[in-house]
């Protein structure tokens, strides 16, 4: 709606009484009426647009103060947020340094400053959090892009074995180092003046680690030419282990061979009655017989984590060199792969629950599996557990489906012996040495 004049309001009444009165004014004429009527238009439509005016200048002038107030308040908030975030980190920064002072003050020699070290960074902005991620050196990034392409674990080419020799004869020409160059080369440990040479000849092949290219020289240039063991050579490795046990190296520079392959020889011929394939019934009773007879002789000892000792701290060279026909990595694939149950390594199961599982069977003595009340034989197993441990020691059985369920249990009972069980448990109560 528009707003009315003032003016407008009392003409109108004015009009109103003229026309009840009879509608003229005495003493004008109808010209002099029509003019007055024309100059109080014209002062209408003046008046309204003042008005209008005036509330146009108003308006802005309301809009530009609140325009004023509002970005002069944004302003006030931000310094005072920015105000905040400095001290804030000034802060956080007294509070570090005062962290690692005290650290280094208690760890000593040992500590490590990690101020170096790059973290995100987070900033707080009227309830908005932006994180910043942390500025990368491109030296860095370089460094692990290297490590990740290394290669590993691959056989070296034909290509590859050609740079290796011509990169260490180039380095042995280069500094000087005459006729006795390969040999310090090769046994750079005991050369001072030749240490870190393999980092700069491993870095002809940059994409292998320069501990494999190390390695790798080492065979080619201590290995000879390839041929096969004489029985004279194979003699000297029995006439020297005899004296000096398995360290090869003297022997190996004598053979003009690599003194691991000189080891890899003496495990093909040391057993004379090496077998190969399945194992027989005997194989298998005797190393049930050995490993039982280790596990008592060691009761009396610490029970100790040694490199080379699985488990139960088994010494499985002796153990091969009594049985005389498997190795001894093959003696012991054979007792954690096969003859011991994978529900061990599943914390389901433990070693000397096969001994309490046998020793229960056998003083039931049922005649029939039916007859097993599985669930009531182990207290701290389950009926399914036992159950299918029982399953897995029966396929070791040699025609097992052609025994009787008491022929079965007879047959296990010679292997986990019942008598055992006092001593497994022992030194599975005993604490592990380090």
Same mark, same amino acid.
């Given at each position: ?18 026309? =009840? ?96 070290? =790059?973290?995100?960074?987070? @900033? ?125 190296? @003297? ?10 392959? @000189?080891?890899?020889?003496? %495990?093909?011929?040391?057993?004379? %009655? ?17 490993? %039982? ?43 954690? =792969? ?97």
């Amino acid at each position: 709606m528009g707003t009315k004049a003032p003016g407008e309001s009392k003409d109108r009444d004015i009009k109103r009484k003229k026309e =009840r009165g009879g509608g003229k004014q005495p003493g004008k004429s109808s010209i002099d009426r029509c003019e007055d009527a024309v100059e109080n238009i014209v002062k209408k439509k003046n008046t309204f647009k003042n008005e209008r005016e005036k509330m146009h200048d108003a308006l802005v002038d309301t809009k530009t103060i609140a325009h004023k107030s509002d970005s002069e308040t944004q302003h006030s908030e931000l310094e005072s947020i920015i105000v905040s975030t400095i001290v804030e980190i000034e802060d956080n920064k007294t509070d570090d340094a005062n962290i690692r002072k005290r650290k280094k003050k208690k760890l000593g020699n040992n500590f490590k400053d990690l101020s170096h070290e =790059r973290s995100e960074k987070r @900033v707080r902005f009227s309830g908005d959090v932006r994180v910043f991620p942390p500025s990368v050196d491109p030296s860095d990034e370089k460094h692990e892009i290297n490590e990740e392409k290394l290669l590993y674990g691959k056989w070296f080419t034909k290509e590859e074995d050609e740079i290796v020799k011509d990169t260490v004869y180039k380095y042995i020409e280069v500094h000087n180092l005459g006729k006795e160059g390969l040999q310090k080369v090769l046994n750079s440990i005991s050369h001072p003046e030749v240490r870190g040479c393999w980092k700069k000849i491993g870095s002809a092949i940059p994409y292998r680690p320069y501990g494999a290219v190390y390695q790798r020289a080492q065979r080619l240039f201590r290995s000879g030419e390839k041929r096969k063991y004489t029985e004279e050579e194979y003699e000297m490795m029995r006439k020297y282990h005899g004296e000096h046990g398995t360290k090869w190296k @003297v022997l190996a520079d004598e053979l003009g061979k690599h003194w691991i392959h @000189v080891g890899n020889a003496w %495990n093909r011929i040391k057993l004379a %009655n090496q077998k190969k394939g399945n194992w027989a019934q005997e194989e298998i009773q005797t190393l049930f017989d050995l490993v %039982n007879a280790d596990l008592l002789l060691k009761l009396c000892e610490e029970k100790k984590s040694k490199r080379g000792m699985l488990r139960d701290n088994i010494s499985w060279s002796k153990i091969s060199d009594k049985l005389s026909t498997r190795s001894g990595v093959r003696c012991c694939n054979k007792w954690y =792969r096969q003859l011991t149950s994978s529900m061990v390594a599943a914390c389901e199961w433990a070693d000397t629950d096969d001994y309490r599982l046998i020793d229960a069977l056998f003083e039931l003595d049922p005649s029939c599996i039916e007859d097993v009340d599985w669930d009531n034989l182990l207290d701290h197993r389950d009926g399914e557990l036992c159950r299918k441990r029982w399953k897995q020691m029966v396929r070791q059985i040699s025609q097992h489906e052609n025994k009787s369920f008491a022929a079965q249990v007879e047959v296990l009972a010679k292997r986990y012996r019942p008598d055992l069980v006092g001593a497994r448990e022992a030194w599975d109560r005993k604490p592990l040495v380090p």
